[in-house]
């Protein structure tokens, strides 16, 4: 038995394979800290009759266990989802990730943004909560539009300010709602791809791919239909660990949860190496370094 165990930002993806087919896959909700969660699922494990199993992890490590990269797993994943992908966007909770393949399957370049909201799945939540929607209700709203109504999608406090104009000047909520879908994805081609060229098919993973609107605005944004949504949102990266099992060693459940009560869980911060060679310069501090003292103040 496999049990692979996918950290993401906003939930923990919990995906049983035998070596063939998948068995079960779950959703742990993030409500509890982590550790917890854990000892909640492998709890429900032993409960359920699995004593022994081989225990992939992606962005965090545990004793008995074996981490994969989280790329490395896209990659794989995204292979068996859409075997002919050039191109895999991941849109997950809090960050987005971008990979292109060549011949073979190797990863030819890759990318990823983290540090705004505005580029990834939680930006969609905020605002639709905002309007008193369902992240579903807001994906069937999405599709109805006529046409996207003008969002700053560059900045989650700008876009609430855009909504509420709009929302003033009777835009309808179906315009509003794609909007934020194509600002979301105008968003990420340019912080996330950067003039990166864009190889058709073009594969969507991660729990965004779900979301009507926003296939709809990649499909209009890059001119193409050849844009597929992922079958399984948010549980490629756990897909793609279970081919990894080579990898990993069976081991017993009972002593993982033993040692977590011992230790703590080891969050993993990925360095990718550069796919290029980079030139390297060499800085150097200045001999002189002058202050000048100011009153300030730093408002909170």
């Not at 008193?132 to 994906?139: I, N, Q, V």
């Not at 996330?192 to 209009?220: D, H, T, W």
């Amino acid at each position: 038995m496999l049990i692979a165990i996918d950290r993401g930002a906003v939930n923990t993806k919990v995906l049983f394979h035998d070596g063939e087919r998948i068995i079960k896959k779950w959703i742990e909700g993030g409500n509890l800290p982590f550790k917890k969660s854990l000892e909640n699922i492998f709890q429900s494990i032993l409960s359920g009759g699995i004593l022994r199993a081989k225990v992939l992890t992606i962005n965090f490590r545990i004793p008995g266990g074996k981490e994969i990269e989280p790329f490395r797993a896209l990659k794989k994943s995204a292979g068996i989802l859409k075997k002919d992908a050039k191109t895999v966007i991941e849109i997950g909770g809090e960050r987005a990730k971008f990979l292109k393949t060549g011949d073979g399957g190797k990863i030819e370049d890759f990318s990823i943004i983290e540090q705004c909201a505005s580029g990834a799945g939680i930006f969609i939540e905020q605002q639709a909560i905002r309007l008193k929607k369902t992240l579903d209700e807001l994906s069937e709203l999405a599709v109805k539009a006529l046409k996207p109504a003008k969002i700053a999608g560059r900045c989650a406090v700008f876009a609430k300010s855009d909504m509420i104009h709009l929302q003033q000047k009777g835009i309808p909520v179906e315009e509003i709602a794609y909007g934020l879908c194509y600002s979301l994805v105008v968003n990420i081609i340019s912080n996330l791809l950067k003039g990166k060229e864009i190889e058709l098919p073009v594969f969507i993973a991660g729990g965004c791919a779900q979301n009507k609107g926003i296939i709809r605005a990649f499909r209009e944004i890059l001119k193409t239909e050849e844009i597929y949504p992922s079958p399984m949102p948010g549980f490629e990266p756990a897909l793609g660990a279970c081919y990894f099992e080579d990898e990993a060693e069976e081991i017993e459940i009972s002593y993982l949860l033993e040692e977590l009560k011992k230790e703590p869980v080891h969050h993993s911060v990925s360095v990718y190496p550069p796919l290029k060679k980079v030139n390297k310069r060499r800085f150097t501090e200045p001999e002189e370094v002058f202050y000048e003292e100011k009153e300030g103040y730093i408002g909170v």
